[in-house]
């Protein structure tokens, strides 16, 4: 799913580059596919949006307890004081509303559908520069079967 998420997003931004950088034993995740998919494209296209055209992109899914999907670029950022409002409905940052049109939806939509699987999503900064949006996703265990 993660391939074809970046494989879509890089169609629709040919002169970006995408990287994806995930395990090739990342376990299952219990959550329904086309959501996600919709979620890691809501997050590629809100990096693409946001910075530069020389820029990378990089998808990077690590597993632990859960497994842990972060969408890592290297444009402007998101401030701590943005951190928790970008997933409000409508909330642009004043930062960006001249670099890139928007309505403010897709990460308040993309909130709801990660929470209704159970799931977690943050927004943060990375140190350097650009921003790190993530979501962590509970792992398919095999009682799960049982439901
Ligand atoms: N990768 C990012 N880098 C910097 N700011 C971001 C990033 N992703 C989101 N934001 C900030 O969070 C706000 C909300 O994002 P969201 O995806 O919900 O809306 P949008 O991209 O403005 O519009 P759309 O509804 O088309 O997705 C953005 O307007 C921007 O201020
Ligand atoms: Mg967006």
């Known amino acids: 799913m993660l391939r074809r998420a970046v494989d879509a997003e890089a169609a629709r931004w040919p002169a970006r580059r995408f990287e994806l950088d995930a395990p090739r034993n990342l376990p299952l995740v219990l959550g329904e596919e086309i959501y996600l998919e919709q979620v890691v494209r809501n997050l590629l296209t809100n990096a693409a949006k946001y910075s530069d055209l020389d820029s990378v992109i990089v998808v990077e899914a690590r ?34 509303t001249r670099k890139a049109a928007g309505a403010g939806i897709g990460l308040f939509v993309s909130r709801h ?35």
Request: aromatic share 8%.
């Open 63 to 96: 597993a632990s307890d859960d497994v842990v999907v972060r969408v890592l670029d290297e444009g402007v950022g998101i401030s701590e004081a943005d951190a928790a409002r970008v997933f409000e409905l409508f909330y642009r940052s004043p930062a960006v």
């Open 113 to 147: 559908l990660i929470e209704a699987m159970g799931g977690r999503i943050w927004a943060t900064s990375r140190p350097e520069r650009g921003a790190d949006v993530g979501f962590a996703m509970p792992r398919h265990r095999l009682d799960d079967e049982a439901f």
